[in-house]
């Protein structure tokens, strides 16, 4: 039994309860025995699952370019600061930073580098990380800049959700409790939370019977605080997941909660709590809107194939110019990103713009489709009784 286990069946022995959204929140994120908390690689070949920034540095060096575009956009201001949440270990900010110095040091010159991290642990390693930096890294991401970029990669399906089920004609709640033989066991609840009440009625009725979902209000409060923190620039958020009308289809009856230990998929999120990385697909309908409400523009949603493509395309160019090809370490990189086999189809970037209507597309958004914005801000869900047509 781990650790978190005894003490989160210690919590329920009484009988009780909790929404799975707790029992999440405590898996990831308990500040001695949550998966994040651990001194442990979590990414990478050592870790427990892939992400775009530990295939290799690419993907920062890419996103550097993509920043330092929106700085030139924005007219070079003296001072622009990227704030990144879910940083991890901070490989991240050191490729862009890296970057930055090696292509770009008036670039530099101009940048500050916030990341915002609750738990102290990995805020400890993103600094032992980004010690060459030091000057530039600040972990104060509370007040708003006036000029910068906000970027996540995997932060949203990071972020503990609610799990609901259909059952005879109405929705109800999952929660964690204790069989009676002392283990986990789900327990269903009427919902109570008003953000889930709101959703599950903007959702509407008529799924099949047993259909399973998650929802997670805490998405829309995590896009809120984000559009709070910068004043005038881009928002990016690259994650796995769908837009509400994908993400609700009545074919996808068992939900999208997975969990990941040592590089194998399984879907008890029960399973050595703490020890496992537990991840829900992210709901970009959600996260749009949130968004929207709060001050910010749709500029794309499209995925990584599309969008690191645009984002490369006047390197790739300047390459075939010159007649000297990128090295081939970055050309197995690029397409491990990119590949619609490996990570180029499952990501997708959600792009926010706040004051920047007036400029001209950043690179990443070349590609974009702007009729898939109305679907993912207001999509149209079938009623039962089209389904019965
Ligand atoms: C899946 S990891 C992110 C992966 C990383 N960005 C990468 O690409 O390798 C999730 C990270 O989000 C952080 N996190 C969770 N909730 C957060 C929040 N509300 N604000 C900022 N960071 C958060 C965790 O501590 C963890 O570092």
Redo the contacts with the bound molecule.
């Keep these: 039994m781990t650790p978190l286990e005894m003490q989160l069946k210690a919590r329920l022995a009484d009988g009780s309860s909790m929404p799975f959204s707790s029992f999440m929140a405590a898996a990831?994120?308990d500040r001695e025995h949550g998966y994040?908390s651990q001194d442990k690689a979590?990414?990478g070949r050592e870790g427990d699952f892939f992400?775009?920034?530990?295939v290799g540095s690419v993907f920062g060096q890419l996103m550097a370019g993509e920043f330092c575009r929106a700085w030139e956009q924005l007219d070079r201001p003296a001072s622009f600061t990227i704030t990144?949440?879910?940083?991890?270990?901070g490989?991240?900010a050191l490729d862009v930073l890296t970057w930055a110095q090696a292509h770009r040091p008036d670039f530099l010159a101009a940048l500050q580098y916030r990341i915002?991290?609750?738990?102290p642990g990995?805020a400890r390693r993103q600094c032992e990380k980004l010690a060459a930096f030091a000057g530039k890294v600040s972990h104060d991401a509370t007040a708003a800049v006036a000029q910068g970029c906000y970027f996540?990669?995997?932060?949203l399906?990071?972020?503990p959700c609610r799990r609901v089920r259909w059952s005879g004609g109405r929705w109800v709640e999952c929660h964690v409790a204790l069989d009676a033989a002392g283990e986990f066991s789900w327990m269903e609840k009427d919902p109570e939370d008003s953000a889930l009440k709101r959703r599950l009625a903007w959702l509407g009725t008529g799924f099949p019977e047993g259909y399973i979902t998650e929802i997670a209000p805490?998405v829309a409060s995590?896009l809120r605080?984000a559009a709070g923190q910068l004043n005038q620039g881009y928002f990016f958020f690259a994650d796995y997941g769908y837009p509400a009308l994908d993400y609700y289809a009545a074919h996808r009856r068992t939900g999208t909660l997975r969990c990941y230990r040592a590089h194998r998929a399984h879907e008890d999120p029960f399973d050595h709590p703490g020890e496992t990385?537990l991840?829900a697909h992210v709901d970009f309908s959600l996260a749009a809107q949130a968004a929207v409400g709060a001050g910010c523009q749709v500029l794309a949603f499209l995925d990584q194939a599309r969008f690191l493509t645009g984002v490369a395309a006047p390197h790739l160019q300047a390459m075939e110019a010159s007649g000297v090809p990128n090295p081939p370490a970055w050309q197995r990189q690029f397409q491990t990103l990119t590949h619609p086999a490996h990570l180029g189809q499952k990501f997708h970037f959600l792009v926010l713009g706040k004051k920047v209507e007036h400029l001209p597309p950043l690179p990443g958004l070349s590609f974009a489709r702007h009729a898939a914005i109305p679907d993912l801000l207001d999509p149209v869900f079938a009623s039962p009784d089209d389904e019965d047509a």
Excluded at 84 to 89: L, P, R, S, T, Y
């Design positions: 990831l994120y994040y979590r990414t992400t775009s920034v530990s990144e949440a879910g940083a991890n270990d490989q991240f915002d991290e609750p738990l990995p996540a990669n995997e932060l399906d990071a972020i805490a995590q605080l990385d991840t």
